[in-house]
């Protein structure tokens, strides 16, 4: 619109008067004026008066959500187009119920589940997958089966580990997930990118894979480099589906299997995000700056990250905002379960801050970055409470005014010029 009235009016003093009023008033907008699909920011760490978006918000529409998804209320569909950046489907419950109308979706997929069993998952057993082809699960060294490491009972658990190496499984793969998105989805959530161990018996106890190729072991370097090759070939097939990988943080950001992993996907879920107990202090191996670091490389290599707290309280999801625009960059997202629902939706998940002005920096023990409408500060964990004074009065989501403000560690505080 601005550069229709250059061409309207010409360049004029007073054109170039009326397009810095109208850049300054964009800066102004309030939350509820920019939509979850605006534009990316600009790049990381450029001072640049591109404007950015609000929180990115992505629904997890798993099986608690299946009442909305089954709503025909026009009013109650428009308010998910209109607060939710992507939304994340399980099939074929949402193809159903919900592709034809919800914004953009992706499906679920796990990257080398064979299921054995449904347990209360929203996922079909798969049973007669390992009768035809016993090879495809992965075993010990004394041939007994593998499973993913997760809900396990003692004595099996829902799904069995594929061998995702092989080239026959991977056919079979691509096959199952070119069948669901060809449905009219945006993309494929593929869980358990896993570029470490995730494999055990039936107690979720890690057991170490035989290597059917080396008749030996199997070591980490081929794990990381069979999932590395796996998620490129998924790459090549689906070259324009945006393609979002669960993966670990912690995995050695020079390995070049690793980079090859990140580099194959759009996004990066990060599980419980920065409210991860997990993330300690200091600069260890799960530290906040390694946490940093990872996303920095993530966004490097051309991807976005998904931050995935859990369980979040209302001081939880106050330092995951902070966070999140501490660090955010192209389509960054949030996807939480913490007042997602039109009933409950947190104001906190509209919040917009305008343009980037600076990349996050150090400022009196914090971490800080700025943009047009306010600012964002964080205390990362195991760090002494801090107060520091502000220069001038600022407000918070409630509305509070602070000249000066105290940040406990592991906390984090957005606030409004």
């Not at 998910?80 to 914004?103: E, I, K, N, V």
């Not at 106890?205 to 059917?212: I, L, N, Q, T």
């Amino acid at each position: 619109m601005q550069a229709e009235r250059r061409r309207n009016r010409g360049l004029g003093l007073l054109a170039l008067l009326v397009l810095l009023v109208a850049l300054c008033m964009l800066d102004l907008r309030s939350t509820a004026t920019a939509g979850p699909n605006a534009p990316p920011d600009a790049a990381f760490g450029a001072r640049s008066v591109a404007v950015s978006a609000p929180v990115r918000f992505i629904k997890d529409a798993d099986s608690s959500f299946d009442a909305e998804l089954r709503t025909e209320d026009p009013g109650r569909r428009a308010w998910m187009r209109a607060h939710y950046f992507r939304m994340l489907g399980f099939h074929p419950f949402f193809t159903q119920h919900a592709l034809s109308w919800a914004p953009p979706s992706f499906f679920y997929k796990d990257a080398y589940a064979i299921y054995n069993d449904n347990k209360g998952l929203p996922l079909r057993p798969d049973r007669t997958t390992l009768e035809d082809h016993p090879d495809w699960a992965l075993k010990n060294r004394y041939g007994n089966r593998l499973f993913i490491p997760f809900a396990c009972d003692g004595t099996s658990c829902p799904a069995f580990a594929g061998s995702f190496g092989r080239l026959d499984f991977r056919n079979y793969w691509m096959a199952g997930a070119r069948d669901i998105y060809s449905r009219g989805y945006a993309g494929i959530y593929i869980d358990d990118v896993n570029m470490a161990w995730r494999t055990s018996n039936g107690r979720g106890e890690f057991v170490r894979p035989w290597d059917p190729v080396g008749h030996e072991p199997m070591t980490l370097a081929t794990w990381r480099r069979n999932m590395a090759s796996f998620t490129t070939a998924v790459r090549q097939q689906f070259p324009s589906a945006e393609i979002i990988h669960n993966a670990v943080w912690f995995a050695p950001r020079k390995n070049p299997a690793v980079r090859r992993q990140i580099a194959a996907a759009d996004y990066i879920q990060l599980e419980r995000g920065f409210n991860d107990p997990g993330i300690t202090g200091g600069r260890g191996k799960y530290s906040y700056r390694r946490f940093l670091s990872y996303i920095r490389l993530v966004h490097k290599l051309g991807a976005s990250v998904i931050l995935n707290p859990e369980s979040l309280s209302d001081a939880g999801a106050s330092y995951e905002l902070a966070n999140y625009f501490l660090v955010r960059r192209g389509n960054d997202a949030i996807m939480s379960k913490f007042r997602s629902n039109q009933s409950n939706w947190w104001r906190g998940w509209d919040t917009y801050l305008g343009a980037s002005q600076s990349h996050w920096y150090r400022w009196h023990g914090l971490y800080r970055r700025d943009y047009g409408r306010g600012i964002t500060l964080v205390n990362p964990p195991a760090s002494p409470s801090r107060s520091v004074a502000l220069g001038h009065s600022f407000h918070t989501l409630n509305g509070s005014s602070y000249r000066q403000i105290t940040l406990r560690p592991r906390s984090g505080q957005i606030l409004f010029r």
